[in-house]
């Protein structure tokens, strides 16, 4: 333990209004712990002064109406990957969450932490990307609904402004489209992403519509990737498409050399795995 | 410093101690229960695994203000529970060697075997549930094979 626990407390609210006062305070939100008490562990979480979440109950619970499937922020992997409705819709959201870690880590980290936490290698923004998320920021002046895309707004930069919690996230209803996810990391269990992808569209004689890619690890923040998505839709896919696909990912994303990876693996990588969702797209 | 109530290992007791207090470190140093290990303290090895409700966790990762009101279980609980024959298993199976690992790999064996109801869970079903424990000398098949031998009604 590196930390100095005395610099540190962890308060726990009695109900989400009473938290939103003391996120209004300055006490920062605190759900699972499974970035959080890694950082603390370290010794380079800021100490100060934290609210824990976890015991929220109006901060859980999947729900779907005709237009969304809402799930609270404290909604863990294992929440994710047990819901029938998301199998079904978002197939890919449910992968991302099976590659999170192992079974310990997605029994308590939670899609709002995993939000809120920003890194450019989590493995379930491509899939929000992907799926059209909002997510719901509230605080003592109100409640607002923001697009995902976008939300992050720089390397660990996001929307939410001081005293906002992340409350929810939604996602649109979605039918007859095919759906992909892999994540690539050191090995298949614990890993951190070094490049992770998710993407779905409608197919229709073997031509694309409404193709969204997006991908994780490859830049500042998790990105749609626009050009290649622009490339590869309303043609046949062939050889040259493929090549014109490539080259657009490189349009698409900014991969550096870090500790898990290199700009050059996670480039080729990234194509390769472009390449691979559309051909198994139109051959579906 | 707060005071938690909680079940341990079925017996009521009240954890004294910080509120971002490892988990690991209450269980280990305040309740002197030291079956629990400390592997890498980052979620990654599965050696101070403990089940929360019945969930498995890693209880380096969980600080004691989280605890209020829950059951924890520990190695020690497990040992004197109907997962009993696990460790039986892991003796006659090879599935221990240095040890550290082994509370990890049976608390998470035995979540396992209560998901599964009675059923044998199949090979892929074991690597899953122990993905998240490391173990430095058996290379797993052991564990594996012990682990399945001990979900046989």
Redesign the interface.
């Known amino acids: 333990m590196r930390a100095n626990v005395s610099k540190y407390e962890l308060v726990t609210p009695a109900s989400l209004a009473d938290a939103l006062k003391l996120c209004a305070g300055g006490h920062k939100p605190f759900a699972g712990g499974t970035d959080l008490m890694v950082l603390f562990e370290s010794g380079k979480l800021p100490p100060g002064r934290y609210v824990s979440l976890w015991g929220l109950s109006e901060l859980r619970g999947i729900t779907a109406d005709d237009a969304h499937i809402t799930l609270g922020a404290l909604t863990t992997y294992s929440d994710v990957r047990v819901n029938a409705v998301i199998a079904k819709e978002h197939p890919n959201l449910c992968a991302a969450a099976k590659e999170t870690g192992a079974l310990a880590i997605q029994n308590r980290g939670t899609l709002g932490g995993n939000i809120a936490n920003a890194s450019p290698a989590a493995d379930s923004p491509p899939a929000l990307l992907v799926a059209g998320a909002e997510i719901e920021l509230r605080s003592l002046a109100g409640t607002r609904w923001v697009a995902y895309d976008g939300f992050h707004t720089g390397y660990k930069q996001t929307l939410m402004q001081a005293g906002e919690l992340i409350t929810r996230v939604r996602i649109p209803r979605a039918s007859d489209r095919v759906s992909y996810y892999r994540k690539v990391g050191t090995r298949k269990a614990q890993a951190i992403s070094k490049v992770c992808v998710a993407a779905s569209a409608k197919v229709k004689a073997g031509v694309l519509s409404d193709l969204r890619i997006a991908l994780g690890s490859v830049g500042p923040v998790p990105l749609r990737c626009k050009h290649t998505e622009a490339v590869l839709v309303t043609r046949v896919i062939d050889a040259q498409a493929i090549k014109e696909a490539r080259d657009a990912v490189q349009k698409d994303i900014a991969p550096i050399d870090d500790i898990r990876s290199t700009r050059e693996y996670r480039l080729t990588v990234a194509q390769n795995l472009v390449a691979e969702l559309a051909l198994r797209f139109v051959a579906s | 410093m707060i005071d938690v109530k909680c079940r341990l290992n079925g017996k009521e007791h009240t954890l004294r101690g ?5 988990l690991l ?1 209450v269980i280990r140093e305040e309740a002197k229960l030291t079956g629990t290990k400390e592997g890498c ?4 090895c ?1 050696a101070c ?1 403990v089940l929360i409700d019945g ?4 209880s ?4 004691l ?2 605890v ?1 009101g829950a059951e924890i279980t520990t190695i020690e609980g497990v040992a004197h529970s109907k997962h009993q024959k696990l460790q039986q298993a892991f003796i006659e199976h090879g599935g221990a060697q240095c040890g550290i690992c082994t509370p990890g790999m049976i608390i ?1 064996s035995a ?1 396992l075997i209560d998901r599964c109801q009675g059923r044998v869970p199949n090979t892929a079903e074991v690597r ?2 122990l ?3 490391l173990c430095r000398c058996t290379g797993y098949m052991k564990i594996i094979d012990a682990v399945q031998a001990a979900a046989k009604p």
């Open positions: 910080h509120s971002m207090a490892r470190d303290g980052e979620g990654e599965g695994s969930v498995l966790v890693d380096c990762l969980v600080p203000a989280q209020q998470a979540a899953e549930a993905a998240g424990n």
